[in-house]
């Protein structure tokens, strides 16, 4: 399975927006993609420290208490339509990226959008 960005950022929406429980079949969780995949995602995004989970019953689910400090930052960068998509648009340029990158990106792309809408030179 390959990590799928876009997935991690509509999580992170989710999330923000209220959704807090992953993977139970009898309540959708809203995501168009396979609860295997999402359950992954969610995994790794914990790992990356942008979500705090606290609980993983025996069904398979996942319960969060919410994003991390590190999500909401991840989450601001990239919350723009336009800034994500030049963001990817600039990851996809260099033939590959981390994290870290998409993050840095994201902040410049939306550093860049502050200049043009608000005059500041940050």
Do not use: N
Request: overall charge negative; cysteine-free.
């Amino acid at each position: 399975m390959k990590r799928d960005m876009d997935l991690v950022r509509e999580i992170l929406l989710a999330v923000e927006g209220g959704t807090l429980s992953f993977g139970d079949e009898d309540e959708p969780d809203g995501l168009d993609h396979p609860r295997d995949v999402v359950l992954r995602h969610l995994h790794l995004m914990e790992q990356a420290g942008l979500i705090e989970v606290m609980l993983r019953p025996l069904s398979g689910e996942i319960h969060l208490r919410g994003l991390t400090w590190a999500g909401y930052d991840f989450l601001d960068a990239v919350r723009d339509p336009e800034v994500w998509k030049r963001t990817k648009e600039g990851a996809s340029k260099m033939g590959g990226w981390t994290f870290g990158l998409l993050k840095d990106l994201g902040t410049a792309y939306l550093k860049h959008r502050a200049k043009d809408l608000l005059g500041l030179d940050l």
